[in-house]
T-cell receptor, first 113, second 111 residues
Framework: DGGITQSPKYLFRKEGQNVTLSCEQNLNHDAMYWYRQDPGQGLRLIYYSQIVNDFQKGDIAEGYSVSREKKESFPLTVTSAQKNPTAFYLC????????????FGQGTRLTVV | SQQGEEDPQALSIQEGENATMNCSYKTSINNLQWYRQNSGRGLVHLILIRSNEREKHSGRLRVTLDTSKKSSSLLITASRAADTASYFCATDARRDDKIIFGKGTRLHILP
């Protein structure tokens, strides 16, 4: 089955630690996105990538880093510089063509303990 | 900066009634999309309307787009309990290919 997979579903981090959230897709999509969602809020764009080895900052990139070494994978690292990392993180992918839908993973809930 | 803003933030209606949600945006767009999110899950695409379209239907969904007012509406007819979810509009601006989401409308269908 084609789709987009995020792991883990739940993640706990101690203050001061970096953690990496995984996002893998087998849809052959060029574009991939990371969003952050806080309780009762909308989605805010962290980073996006339209091609391998290239990515752009979204609206809230500070304290986060990404890589795009393979078309299928777009991992997100939440660094210790992110002061309020507790949130629900959503990864999405789409065909790189104007006017196409985005496919979402099921999300990773990150909690700082 | 968020491109889309949904209105109302929350909506409760009786099962069988129609639900209408609105979205306003700020800059010129290529397309506007509506997504649905069940609690604690990922988003699911519902419908896309292009900037040169004014109305689109899909099953019980009807979407309108008014580019002069920079607004869109999503109508769900004959609502069901299973329609309880959050609904988001998303836009991709002409200046780049980012997909930007609004804050969403939380819809609750009362039995």
């Amino acid at each position: 089955d084609g789709g987009i997979t995020q792991s883990p579903k739940y993640l706990f981090r101690k203050e001061g630690q970096n953690v990496t959230l995984s996002c893998e897709q087998n849809l052959n999509h060029d574009a991939m996105y990371w969003y952050r969602q806080d309780p009762g809020q909308g989605l805010r764009l962290i980073y996006y990538s339209q091609i391998v080895n290239d990515f752009q900052k979204g609206d809230i990139a500070e304290g986060y880093s990404v890589s795009r070494e393979k078309k299928e994978s777009f991992p997100l690292t939440v660094t210790s510089a992110q002061k309020n990392p507790t949130a629900f993180y959503l990864c999405a992918s789409s065909i790189l063509r104007v006017g196409t839908e985005a496919f979402f993973g099921q999300g990773t809930r990150l909690t700082v303990v | 900066s968020q491109q889309g803003e949904e209105d109302p933030q929350a909506l409760s209606i009786q099962e069988g009634e129609n639900a209408t949600m609105n979205c306003s945006y700020k800059t010129s767009i290529n397309n506007l999309q509506w997504y649905r999110q069940n609690s604690g899950r990922g988003l699911v695409h519902l419908i896309l309307i292009r900037s040169n379209e004014r109305e689109k239907h899909s099953g019980r969904l009807r979407v309108t787009l008014d580019t002069s007012k920079k607004s869109s509406s999503l109508l769900i007819t004959a609502s069901r309990a299973a329609d309880t979810a959050s609904y988001f509009c998303a836009t991709d601006a002409r200046r780049d290919d980012k997909i930007i989401f609004g804050k969403g409308t939380r819809l609750h269908i009362l039995p």
